[in-house]
């Protein structure tokens, strides 16, 4: 009997947000575990020959909106169409993931973030709204997040970073972690 789920997904497919929203119970009441598996859903189209006919289309569109709220309502949960969609960074969102489910809260960064995208329909691409849910909702994350400061840190003449307060080696163990997971998505930091 199978004893996981690996749930591959991806924050920009707002179905992989329906499906966050029940899967923890189908697991709980089975007794199984979730395994969380952030991927980029548009590489994984574009290495298969696929497009997103549901954004090329109109009309398909248009179903698919109407789809995801029938859906949402079966589902009795909260579902808003997020007009910031195209100005979100959702590989970024996916690495920091991969930081959080190393962390052991993978499951509350991804249902926060979900939430927060298709849910709530929040702007994450702007860094203080995204820095503000996961403080709501998971602070481990928030390391991740804060890499931005960390590589904009002055260097010593010599290379060596200087010394930071508030948390700098948690830091560099979140850039090591996220520079190993880098492999399985796009490049990290650029």
Same mark, same amino acid.
């Given at each position: 009997?199978?004893?996981?789920?690996?749930?591959?997904?991806?924050?920009?497919?707002?179905?992989?947000? +329906?499906?966050? #929203?029940? +899967?923890?119970?189908?697991?709980?009441?089975?007794?199984?575990?979730?395994?969380?598996?952030?991927? #980029?859903?548009?590489?994984?189209?574009?290495?298969? !020959?696929?497009?997103? #006919?549901?954004? %090329?289309?109109?009309?398909?569109?248009?179903?698919?909106? *109407?789809?995801?709220?029938?859906?949402?309502?079966?589902?009795? @949960?909260?579902?808003?169409?997020?007009?910031?969609?195209?100005?979100?960074?959702?590989? %970024?969102? !996916?690495?920091?993931?991969?930081?959080?489910?190393? %962390?052991?809260? !993978?499951?509350?960064?991804?249902?926060?973030?979900?939430?927060?995208?298709? !849910?709530?329909?929040?702007?994450?691409?702007?860094?203080?709204?995204?820095?503000? @849910?996961?403080?709501?909702?998971?602070? #481990? *994350?928030?390391?991740?997040?804060?890499?931005?400061?960390?590589?904009?840190?002055?260097?010593?003449?010599?290379?060596?970073?200087?010394?930071?307060?508030?948390?700098?080696?948690? @830091?560099?163990?979140?850039?090591?972690?996220?520079?190993?997971?880098?492999?399985?998505?796009?490049? +990290?930091?650029?």
């Amino acid at each position: 009997m199978t004893t996981t789920i690996d749930f591959y997904f991806d924050f920009v497919s707002p179905y992989s947000y +329906l499906a966050n #929203t029940i +899967l923890p119970g189908i697991a709980k009441s089975h007794a199984i575990s979730i395994n969380y598996r952030p991927f #980029t859903l548009l590489e994984l189209m574009q290495k298969v !020959g696929n497009r997103p #006919t549901s954004i %090329e289309c109109q009309n398909k569109g248009a179903y698919v909106m *109407a789809d995801l709220q029938r859906w949402a309502g079966r589902y009795q @949960v909260d579902f808003t169409p997020n007009p910031f969609w195209q100005t979100i960074d959702f590989p %970024e969102l !996916g690495r920091g993931a991969l930081v959080a489910i190393d %962390e052991s809260r !993978g499951a509350d960064y991804v249902a926060a973030v979900f939430r927060a995208i298709w !849910g709530e329909a929040t702007d994450l691409s702007q860094r203080p709204k995204l820095i503000a @849910v996961l403080r709501r909702r998971i602070s #481990t *994350a928030l390391v991740f997040f804060n890499m931005q400061r960390h590589r904009n840190t002055p260097r010593s003449s010599k290379g060596a970073r200087q010394p930071q307060p508030n948390g700098a080696s948690s @830091v560099r163990r979140q850039c090591s972690l996220a520079k190993r997971c880098s492999s399985a998505t796009t490049v +990290l930091i650029s």
